[in-house]
């Protein structure tokens, strides 16, 4: 590592972690906003699985859902990459989260802390007595009137926008103004003081990555397919070592 000669908060030798924009590479250059002291207990694998997707649940779950204690929380697309953070940060901010994933996910999503799971193929959780104070749809496949049944009177929905194309947040901003039940549309915003705030959670063990897979960095290509085939549970890494995991 190298650092540039106005940086004073870093020096050679520190473990980091941080975010960049779309780089598979071994070098690349960092805005010093977007990184942090690597959490002291993880590995540099696990940190590496960390920022885009916690930063992205916090974010949502805080800023655009305004989560409280006692809330009832639904997470849909609890075992992947934002949701498995989602259930943990939910988790430690007193609420009481369900989360919702395929059949083989359900005991990853139980381990990870959700007080409730629901296999979406065996049920659909549109038709639940269950109402919820908030819902945090990563998967983007359900209508919002579908999901508005679930809802508690001041409940609302806050999608994460980076799932069901740009037809999804379309009808998002669309729908906001006649069901105020829509909300959190903001992308990440990548900054040192929410990796900070990340990082005592992950050394409190409030907050762990599950890294489901480990990819070497020249197969790339084969860990982007294993991710757009639906296989991942939580996080998958790109490593320099050339050791598949």
Do not use: W
């Not at 989260?97 to 059949?103: D, F, K, P, R």
């Not at 909300?183 to 900054?191: E, H, P, R």
């Not at 959670?201 to 489901?212: A, H, I, R, T, Y």
Request: with cysteine; aromatic share 6%; hydrophobic share 40%.
């Amino acid at each position: 590592m190298k650092v540039g000669k106005n940086i004073t908060e870093l020096k050679v030798g520190d473990e980091i972690f941080g975010s960049t924009e779309s780089a598979f590479a071994e070098y690349v250059v960092m805005d010093i906003e977007k990184l942090a002291m690597k959490p002291s207990n993880l590995s540099f694998v696990e940190a590496a699985a960390a920022p885009t997707a916690a930063i992205t649940a916090l974010q949502r779950l805080r800023d655009g859902g305004n989560i409280r204690k006692g809330h009832k929380v639904l997470i849909t697309g609890a075992s992947g990459g934002v949701g498995s953070f989602a259930v943990q940060i939910a988790k430690s901010m007193g609420a009481e989260v369900t989360g919702l994933c395929s059949t083989g996910k359900v005991e990853m999503v139980k381990s990870i802390g959700a007080d409730h799971v629901i296999d979406y193929k065996t049920d659909d959780f549109t038709r639940s007595d269950q109402r919820f104070d908030l819902i945090l749809d990563n998967t983007g496949n359900r209508s919002f009137s579908d999901m508005k049944k679930v809802l508690s009177a001041d409940g609302q929905i806050i999608p994460n926008s980076g799932h069901g194309g740009m037809s999804y947040v379309i009808k998002a901003f669309a729908l906001a103004p006649f069901t105020n039940k829509i909300g959190g549309m903001k992308i990440a915003n990548l900054n040192n003081r929410d990796f900070n705030i990340l990082r005592k959670m992950m050394e409190s063990g409030d907050l762990k990555p599950f890294v489901d897979k480990v990819f070497p960095l020249e197969k790339t290509p084969e860990a982007i397919k294993y991710l757009e085939d639906g296989l991942a549970r939580g996080k998958i890494v790109i490593s320099m070592d050339s050791e598949e995991s």
